[in-house]
Structures are given as C-alpha cells and as structure tokens.
C-alpha cells in the first residue's frame, strides 16, 4: 500500500513559479512510475507528466507544459517534485499525484496508476 500527499499549491501570478511536491508513506517508490495530473474548474483530469523512479528513469509531459515545467524525484526521500515556470491562468487546476507499478514507460493514463493523493490546489491569477 502506498499513500500519497501532495503540498506546495497556492495562488500565485502569472509568469510566477510554483513547485510541488509528493511525499510517499508505505512501500519505496522504487520501480514505480510516478505521475501529475490536474483537473481544472469544470474540466476532466488531464495528465501532466510523469517520471519513473528509479535511477535513470524516464520522464514525460503534456504538450502544454512542455518546456515550463519539470518533474523530478528523491528516491531515498521517497518524493517526486513539479517545477512550475511561466505559469499561465490556463494551468489553475487542482493538482494530483500518482503511483503505478507494473508499467514499462511514462504512462499518461489515469486507469494505469494505481493510488492516487487528495490532490493540492494551484491557482494562477492573471
């Protein structure tokens, strides 16, 4: 069993920077596939990126984040980050961290992780 927290969400600026963090309790992450979705007002969850953990890993990222933001991970600390650069009103969102195990790749489908946290809301006003 893995449990998942989110922090570091907050109202912030356009063009202003955020990052999250995902703490893990429970089993290491190790071999884990760890993603960040997002659900805006009114709108389904998304996907916006995805590491995996272990050493070497790969990462992945929406279209729309790529190039602003940064997924990265602290295995011992059994944490994965999300550097948000240029943040534009368009990424306010309730943001979600997830675990899959068992995947060969940076999945972005949610059906493919298996726990999931409560979520941290990131607002960018403009």
């Known amino acids: 069993q893995v449990q998942l927290v989110e922090s570091g969400g907050r109202l912030v600026q356009a063009g202003g920077s955020l990052r999250l963090s995902c703490t893990a309790s429970?089993?290491?992450?190790?071999?884990?596939?760890m993603g960040w979705f997002r659900q805006p007002p009114g709108k389904e969850r998304e996907f916006v990126a995805a590491?995996?953990?272990?050493?070497?890993?790969?990462?992945s990222y929406a279209e729309s984040v790529k190039g602003r933001f940064i997924v990265s991970r602290d295995v011992p600390k059994k944490s994965v980050y999300l550097q948000m650069n240029s943040l534009e009103p368009e990424d306010t969102a309730v943001y979600y961290c997830?675990?899959?195990?068992?995947?060969?790749?940076?999945?972005?489908?949610?059906?493919?992780?298996?726990?999931w946290g409560r979520g941290t809301q990131v607002t960018v006003s403009s």
């Open positions: 590491i995996t953990v272990s050493y070497g890993g790969g990462t």
């Open positions: 997830a675990a899959a195990s068992g995947v060969a790749d940076e999945t972005s489908t949610p059906g493919t992780y298996d726990y």
């Open positions: 429970g089993r290491t992450l190790n071999g884990y596939v």
